[in-house]
């Protein structure tokens, strides 16, 4: 809907010059020009005013000068619009500029010349140039006057546009020889306040006569130029004659009484009449030119005439786009129909080509919407989201309707601000992170993070830890979340072994109002580190006492004496164990499995070897430095084992024994043990019965040795080292259910002498031999432990302990339980 309103100013007035309150007019209230959003646009490319939205004032910008701004045009009018928003509406405001009197009258020249013949007639008119005022109405020329003489009088004529031409009539006859020439002064006077007046010299100079003026051959000439003509194009030829001869009849051409603008736009060729385009034609400055032309001849006398140039439009200007309002930046959940933009098109040139049509791209999501005088309105017309688009430069397309047509086009920039639609979102749902157990506290696991498509605080990420437990304590307690990285940080050292993983949840969050968050779970594995040295579980290795095995001596290479047994807290590699044999009393008799530990004999027992054999086994892991442990193992060699035995510890090492076969064992050893016990008894009454003459005995048979061997000192040195002669048999007697491995050996009653020893007592008695016995006893004892050299007749007997009998000397040695001992 349009409204117009006018004003009237005057011009020159400066700038916050008030030219009136409109709010009145628009019957509008204070504060609503501002809440509207209130814009004064003008259809001229400058702002020559400008709307105060608050007090309603509107307001010179610049100054306005009305003949620059109009010319001649009468009235002047500068047309603006007061363009108001929600809703929209429209007020057409006409500004009229009114004329002050700030222009002198001016004549084109200083002075005029006049050549006149001195046989004019009385009452002959000779036009004279009139004065130029560019102000209007009484500030134009209003009257002219002439200085007093006697030959001419000043006559003044007005056209129907009010232009007015001056005329000097000669009322005396010229004589040239009383006057060759004289001078007047013309005098234009304007009526504005205060009166401005400008003047001319006129020289008329009294000349011989010619009787014949040139003549046109017509009046008027009329002819249509087209705008933008170039330079030099031909707009029309005038001509004319004169009937006199020689010099009286050569015609020169000029511009009578025509204005500034003229000359600047049009050129006369004084020889040939041909006028010419000198400046630039703009159909939207001049429609259309007037001038005169004067044709004059040798003897001074001159013909007038007329051309009327009409200036055709083309279409040179192309549509002007001005943007009234933008909305920028838009939120991208504005609704359909949003105001974006308003802006309006216009063309300067006239009819077709002034016709204008506007569109933007259809890709958009915006539509365009024509309202009242070429006003535009840009709409959203789908849905917009910044996460996809986050701006648009939307080029409005202004097409006039002239041939050829002309286009232009605006670019207008359109923000979208973001509001919080998108919740932070993890690459994954759930992910793993690693870290080695025996880690410092503080030391960076990983970082999740979390990418929001939106932006400023609605984009801002914090994380955080969601509650929850790792096996008795929370999850807080192990782990920790920066809240701008997202790194994780471990806050107590971890034990692969107590804890090999575990799971927590870490929360994104946004900053946007209301906030948006996910979650990823985070499954933390803790790697095995080499921390744990192997451990033996067989042989013990924090066995208080010894762990022996016993072997046959009729074993061939390759049989299984044992297997050692080792584990590994940790776990992979780590726990990949290899067994070495590190040291051994006979290196060449044992070979120990690298990964299944079995020991094993490389070849057949002889004679030769110990009968004791050390063997210190070391257990290595597979990690990174590698850790090892060390056991002891003794692998005594043993002649004679029984069927009964061998059954015993074959059925031993099966692997589900049942409970009753081993009562059973246990039942069979009490019994050996107490058949044995008193076996012994009845066989030491029975030697004490039947014993001679001890003195007798001991000459008649001294003990026997057989020869010494050069692997075997011949002295007694080797009771002391726990070594016996071969001489000395021993019947080693075993519990059927005896499964742990030991020997208990009794001692011997008999003290060891040497074949040829000095000291030999014969005469002793035996009880005095008996009483050195626990003294040589406790020797045996305190002293390293005995290599015992097992005969392999020895037969053990059944159910009985381990009872050794001197059978050197025939004799019957009772034996004890006192008298066991333990070799390892």
């Known amino acids: 809907m349009c409204i117009s309103i006018r004003y009237s100013v005057p011009e020159e007035k400066k700038s916050g010059f008030l030219v009136a309150n409109v709010l009145k007019d628009l019957k509008l209230g204070t504060g609503d020009l501002s809440a509207r959003r209130a814009q004064l646009v003008s259809e001229s490319t400058q702002q020559y005013f400008y709307l105060?939205?608050?007090?309603?004032?509107?307001?010179?910008?610049?100054?306005?000068?009305?003949?620059?701004?109009?010319?001649?045009?009468?009235?002047?009018?500068?047309?603006?619009?007061?363009?108001?928003?929600?809703?929209?509406?429209?007020?057409?405001?006409?500004?009229?500029?009114?004329?002050?009197?700030?222009?002198?009258?001016?004549?084109?020249?200083?002075?005029?010349?006049?050549?006149?013949?001195?046989?004019?007639?009385?009452?002959?008119?000779?036009?004279?140039?009139?004065?130029?005022?560019?102000?209007?109405?009484?500030?134009?020329?209003?009257?002219?006057?002439?200085?007093?003489n006697e030959h001419f009088w000043l006559q003044v004529k007005s056209d129907e546009s009010g232009n007015k031409y001056l005329d000097l009539i000669l009322v005396k006859p010229l004589d040239r020889e009383e006057a060759a020439e004289f001078g007047l002064i013309l005098t234009a006077v304007d009526g504005g306040e205060p009166q401005r007046t400008g003047t001319v010299q006129i020289n008329i100079k009294v000349l011989d006569i010619n009787d014949n003026f040139p003549q046109f051959t017509h009046s008027e000439y009329k002819v249509r130029l087209k705008e933008n003509s170039p330079r030099g194009t031909l707009v029309s030829k005038v001509e004319a004659r004169d009937s006199d001869f020689g010099s009286n009849a050569r015609i020169t051409y000029s511009f009578d009484r025509v204005p500034e603008k003229i000359h600047r736009c049009f050129h006369l060729n004084n020889l040939t009449g041909e006028i010419t385009v000198l400046g630039k034609i703009d159909y939207e400055k001049e429609t259309s030119y007037s001038m005169s032309i004067r044709a004059t001849d040798g003897g001074d006398l001159s013909g007038h005439c007329k051309v009327l140039v009409e200036i055709e439009d083309v279409n040179d200007n192309v549509p002007e786009v001005s943007i009234i309002s933008i909305t920028s930046p838009l939120a991208?959940?504005?609704?359909?129909?949003?105001?974006?933009?308003?802006?309006?098109?216009?063309?300067?040139?006239?009819?077709?080509?002034?016709?204008?049509?506007?569109?933007?791209?259809?890709?958009?999501?915006?539509?365009?919407?024509?309202?009242?005088?070429?006003?535009?309105?840009?709409?959203?017309?789908?849905?917009?989201?910044?996460?996809?688009?986050?701006?648009?430069?939307?080029?409005?397309?202004?097409?006039?309707?002239?041939?050829?047509?002309?286009?232009?086009?605006?670019?207008?920039?359109?923000?979208?601000?973001?509001?919080?639609?998108?919740?932070?979102?993890?690459?994954?749902?759930?992910?793993?992170?690693?870290?080695?157990?025996?880690?410092?506290?503080?030391?960076?696991?990983?970082?999740?993070?979390?990418?929001?498509?939106?932006?400023?605080?609605?984009?801002?990420?914090?994380?955080?830890?969601?509650?929850?437990?790792?096996?008795?304590?929370?999850?807080?307690?192990?782990?920790?979340?920066?809240?701008?990285?997202?790194?994780?940080?471990?806050?107590?050292?971890?034990?692969?072994?107590?804890?090999?993983?575990?799971?927590?949840?870490?929360?994104?969050?946004?900053?946007?109002?209301?906030?948006?968050?996910?979650?990823?779970?985070?499954?933390?594995?803790?790697?095995?580190?080499?921390?744990?040295?192997?451990?033996?579980?067989?042989?013990?290795?924090?066995?208080?006492?010894?762990?022996?095995?016993?072997?046959?001596?009729?074993?061939?290479?390759?049989?299984?004496?044992?297997?050692?047994?080792?584990?590994?807290?940790?776990?992979?590699?780590?726990?990949?164990?290899?067994?070495?044999?590190?040291?051994?009393?006979?290196?060449?008799?044992?070979?120990?499995?690298?990964?299944?530990?079995?020991?094993?004999?490389?070849?057949?027992?002889?004679?030769?070897?110990?009968?004791?054999?050390?063997?210190?086994?070391?257990?290595?892991?597979?990690?990174?430095?590698?850790?090892?442990?060390?056991?002891?193992?003794?692998?005594?060699p043993v002649g004679g084992f029984s069927d009964p035995y061998m059954k015993a510890v074959e059925v031993s090492k099966e692997e589900h024994e049942e409970d009753g076969t081993l009562t059973l064992y246990l039942v069979i050893c009490l019994a050996a043990v107490s058949f044995v016990f008193l076996l012994c008894i009845v066989s030491f009454a029975a030697i004490k019965i039947c014993r001679r003459d001890p003195r007798e005995s001991f000459i008649a048979a001294p003990p026997h040795f057989p020869p010494a061997r050069p692997d075997i000192p011949e002295n007694g040195g080797d009771s002391q080292s726990g070594s016996l002669s071969r001489s000395y048999h021993y019947d080693v007697c075993l519990t059927g259910g005896s499964l742990s491995s030991e020997f208990r050996f009794l001692r011997p009653l008999i003290p060891v002498f040497s074949v040829g020893d000095p000291n030999l007592n014969v005469n002793q008695t035996p009880p005095s031999a008996s009483q050195d016995i626990p003294d040589q006893a406790g020797k045996t004892e305190s002293g390293k432990q005995a290599r015992a050299s097992l005969s392999e007749d020895a037969a053990p007997r059944s159910g009985a302990p381990g009872c050794i009998a001197n059978q050197a000397t025939g004799a019957n040695i009772n034996c004890g339980q006192n008298d066991w001992l333990t070799y390892q």
Request: with cysteine; aromatic share 6%.
């Open 52 to 148: 105060d939205t608050h007090s309603g004032n509107l307001l010179i910008n610049d100054k306005v000068d009305r003949e620059a701004l109009c010319g001649e045009t009468d009235p002047c009018l500068l047309l603006s619009e007061i363009v108001l928003q929600n809703p929209l509406k429209i007020y057409s405001i006409e500004i009229e500029i009114e004329d002050v009197n700030d222009n002198t009258p001016k004549f084109s020249k200083k002075e005029f010349n006049l050549f006149i013949p001195e046989n004019v007639p009385i009452n002959t008119q000779f036009p004279v140039e009139s004065a130029q005022d560019t102000d209007l109405d009484k500030n134009n020329v209003q009257n002219y006057t002439l200085s007093s």
């Open 332 to 636: 991208e959940d504005s609704p359909l129909e949003t105001l974006v933009a308003l802006f309006s098109v216009t063309d300067r040139d006239s009819g077709d080509n002034g016709r204008t049509m506007c569109s933007v791209e259809t890709n958009l999501p915006f539509v365009l919407k024509p309202t009242v005088n070429n006003y535009y309105q840009l709409l959203v017309q789908s849905y917009l989201d910044r996460e996809k688009v986050s701006e648009y430069n939307i080029t409005i397309t202004a097409v006039d309707q002239g041939s050829p047509r002309l286009t232009s086009t605006r670019i207008i920039n359109v923000q979208i601000s973001d509001v919080n639609d998108n919740p932070p979102v993890f690459e994954k749902s759930s992910c793993e992170m690693q870290i080695r157990e025996n880690n410092i506290p503080g030391l960076l696991i990983g970082s999740v993070r979390a990418a929001d498509l939106d932006t400023e605080k609605n984009a801002k990420v914090t994380y955080s830890l969601l509650p929850g437990k790792v096996t008795d304590g929370l999850v807080a307690s192990y782990i920790s979340v920066n809240s701008e990285s997202g790194n994780l940080y471990a806050l107590r050292s971890l034990d692969y072994e107590q804890i090999k993983d575990f799971k927590v949840t870490v929360r994104a969050t946004d900053g946007g109002s209301p906030p948006l968050s996910s979650e990823v779970t985070v499954r933390v594995i803790v790697i095995d580190e080499n921390d744990n040295a192997p451990f033996f579980l067989y042989p013990l290795q924090n066995s208080t006492s010894p762990c022996n095995e016993m072997v046959p001596k009729s074993v061939e290479a390759g049989y299984l004496v044992t297997k050692v047994v080792a584990v590994d807290g940790d776990s992979g590699q780590n726990s990949w164990l290899s067994y070495e044999l590190l040291k051994a009393t006979d290196p060449g008799l044992f070979s120990l499995g690298a990964q299944n530990g079995e020991v094993r004999t490389r070849r057949a027992l002889s004679e030769r070897d110990t009968s004791k054999q050390r063997l210190l086994i070391v257990v290595r892991d597979n990690g990174l430095p590698p850790q090892s442990s060390t056991a002891m193992l003794h692998v005594l």
